[in-house]
């Protein structure tokens, strides 16, 4: 069966630069969610999406922007990076019917900022 | 706000004895938990859920969890553990505000079956 799948799965960055995490959901699902992991931590929610309209948001910094695309992709922009936004970012798809609200989740893109 | 907690950083238990893992919750209306488990370097896997309906919820790989309305609690089993089990378990409940509303998830539970 088709997951979820996450672009790219390492990234390393410098302080102060820009990255873009992609992320493209189980086919005919409408809703994508994403998460960041830190080192020991649960994931904490940062935005979702639903029907390429932001549909929640949590703690996510103003640094970050994210969009969702007609296709259903979705990409996570972060700029100005900082140590501290070192984690594991998980995106996750689901549909929008109650009978399925379980999340599927990504692999993850594991960013180092350096 | 909503929240779950995971009172047990580690349970350790034997291969081929049950295992519980503990969640307990705290909702405003009727919960949507779920148990998902995580291997080293993985992603998380979705094992079950409980939105309304039977208390004994069954999932994959043999788990399953008892929703207890009383107790507030929504601990995960299996009747028989296997070395394979051993990962980082973690219970979350469903925001109910909106469509694509998020996971709020306990603190993990590190899950080590020995032989």
């Known amino acids: 069966a088709a997951g979820v799948i996450q672009s790219p799965r390492h990234l390393i960055k410098e302080k102060r630069e820009t990255a873009t995490l992609k992320c493209y959901p189980i086919?005919?699902?409408?809703?994508v969610y994403w998460y960041q992991q830190g080192p020991g931590q649960d994931p904490q929610f940062l935005i979702s999406f639903y029907e390429k309209m932001q549909s929640d948001k949590g703690s996510i910094p103003d640094r970050f922007s994210a969009q969702q695309f007609s296709d259903y992709h979705s990409e996570l922009n972060m700029s100005s990076l900082e140590l501290g936004d070192s984690a594991l970012y998980f995106c996750a798809s689901s549909t929008g019917l109650p009978s399925s609200y379980e999340q599927y989740f990504g692999p993850g893109t594991r960013l180092t900022v350096t | 706000a909503q929240s779950v907690a995971q009172p047990e950083d580690q349970v350790n238990v034997a291969e081929g004895n049950p295992l519980t893992v503990k969640c307990t919750y705290s909702v405003s209306g009727n919960p949507y938990l779920f148990w998902y488990v995580q291997y080293p370097n993985r992603g998380l896997q979705f094992l079950l859920k409980y939105i309304t309906g039977d208390n004994l919820v069954k999932g994959s790989y043999g788990f399953e969890a008892e929703f207890n309305k009383s107790q507030t609690s929504f601990h995960l089993k299996k009747p028989s553990a296997l070395v394979s089990d051993s990962a980082l378990y973690f219970c979350a409940v469903r925001e109910n505000t909106g469509t694509a509303s998020k996971l709020t998830f306990g603190t993990g539970t590190r899950l080590q079956v020995t032989l």
């Open positions: 086919p005919r699902h409408d809703t």
